[in-house]
């Protein structure tokens, strides 16, 4: 196994447009579900498994977040500026890759949430990762116990933990939790330009190298006003 790793980029820059018209004024990491942000949900994860340093990347109402953040002690947060253009996630990470050192990275979306059963998952990803046969490695839910979840899946995976893709039309039973690592060389010849992340996913799968973990818990997709009343009703049962 290789070494876990030791920083993280946490994708805060979007939109939220889903979330409307509670983001026309409050960035959805901003979102309180259990009375904690959902951005500080993320940035508990990682402080619990270990993970010192958080590159946060801001660009719509990049102030709340800048202000929200600027007192965090762990992780460290170090903000991403993309004020000027919105880089969408790959271009986000091409933006701050030198702060990885060609080191793997965790990569977390804000709006993915869940109920550790019986660890946390960060920590089991981390241990999980072996940079010798994978370039990314996700952490996977369940389609059939997830909340807020819409599709027919995103991955199929084999007895090894490789990950493969559905064919048009075809249902597969998991979906990316938008927690996960992967390689810093994937992204040594990329510009720093607006470019999605998922393709580089589909590419590492390809070769045999996309790799994933089922989530020990329930995960929530706080990605819509409807979601976050379930969200809150499910984290109360959790904390009673």
């Not at 660890?119 to 999980?128: D, G, I, K, S, Y």
Request: charged share 25%; with cysteine; aromatic share 8%.
């Amino acid at each position: 196994m290789s070494a876990g790793p030791e920083k993280a980029i946490v994708f805060a820059a979007g939109f939220g447009t889903r979330m409307r018209p509670i983001t026309l004024t409050l960035p959805k990491p901003l979102v309180r579900i259990g009375g904690t942000t959902m951005l500080d949900h993320m940035l508990d994860r990682l402080a619990e498994s270990g993970i010192d340093e958080a590159i946060v990347n801001v660009h719509w109402l990049a102030d709340q977040i800048e202000d929200h953040v600027q007192d965090r002690g762990t992780p460290r947060v170090k903000i991403s500026d993309e004020r000027e253009l919105l880089l969408d996630q790959g271009g986000g990470i091409a933006k701050v890759l030198p702060e990885f050192a060609g080191k793997p990275f965790f990569i977390c979306n804000t709006d993915a949430l869940w109920i550790d059963d019986p660890e946390p998952q960060v920590a089991r990803l981390a241990r999980a990762w072996d940079g010798a046969k994978m370039d990314v490695l996700l952490l996977l839910a369940d389609m059939k116990t997830s909340v807020g979840v819409e599709g027919r899946g995103d991955f199929f995976r084999d007895g090894q933990g490789r990950l493969s893709r559905p064919a048009p039309g075809e249902a597969a039973p998991y979906v990316y939790s938008g927690v996960g690592i992967i390689k810093s060389s994937l992204f040594e010849d990329c510009p720093v330009e607006p470019f999605r992340l998922a393709p580089t996913f589909f590419a590492a799968a390809e070769k045999g190298r996309l790799f994933g973990l089922t989530l020990e818990g329930r995960w929530l997709h706080v990605g819509s006003p409807e979601v976050i009343e379930e969200a809150e009703k499910i984290y109360a049962m959790a904390d009673a």
